[in-house]
């Protein structure tokens, strides 16, 4: 192992049914109204952390939420957990604005998210 090589979790995805109404108890929650607001993604930045809202589950198809570990090296860090006996769902790659993210399952079937920002 290398030491610790994440910066934490800092991004929380959550598949949603119904995208006004989950932005509305989402922004009750947080005290504060999205930053990004489109009809595909809604996302809020809250003390430090990034809350998204996933219409459907998205094109990944989450059924439930994803917590994003960031990393300084997501090929490298997919690379470890794999070797340690996690398989992968989403190979990495770029969601825009230089973003890399990958998913992984861990043995108990868990999807861990990683995400590198360049």
Same mark, same amino acid.
């Given at each position: 192992?290398?030491?610790?090589?994440?910066?934490?979790?800092?991004?929380?995805? *959550?598949?949603?049914?119904?995208?006004? =109404?989950?932005?509305? %108890?989402? @922004? /009750?929650?947080?005290?504060?109204?999205?930053?990004?607001?489109?009809?595909?993604?809604?996302?809020?930045?809250?003390?430090?952390?990034?809350?998204?809202?996933?219409?459907?589950?998205?094109?990944?198809?989450?059924?439930?939420?994803?917590?994003?570990? *960031?990393?300084?090296?997501?090929?490298? =860090?997919?690379?470890? %957990?794999? @070797? /340690?006996?996690?398989?992968?769902?989403?190979?990495?790659?770029?969601?825009?604005?230089?973003?890399?993210?990958?998913?992984?399952?861990?043995?108990?079937?868990?999807?861990?998210?990683?995400?590198?920002?360049?």
């Amino acid at each position: 192992m290398t030491g610790s090589s994440t910066h934490g979790i800092k991004t929380v995805l *959550h598949p949603v049914s119904d995208l006004p =109404k989950a932005k509305a %108890v989402y @922004a /009750a929650l947080l005290g504060m109204e999205p930053q990004t607001d489109s009809s595909y993604y809604v996302g809020f930045e809250a003390e430090g952390q990034h809350i998204g809202l996933v219409p459907g589950g998205g094109p990944q198809g989450m059924t439930s939420p994803v917590a994003y570990w *960031h990393v300084t090296d997501i090929e490298a =860090k997919l690379a470890e %957990v794999i @070797a /340690a006996g996690a398989t992968v769902k989403e190979a990495a790659h770029e969601v825009g604005g230089g973003r890399l993210v990958a998913t992984v399952i861990d043995s108990d079937g868990n999807v861990l998210g990683l995400l590198q920002d360049r």
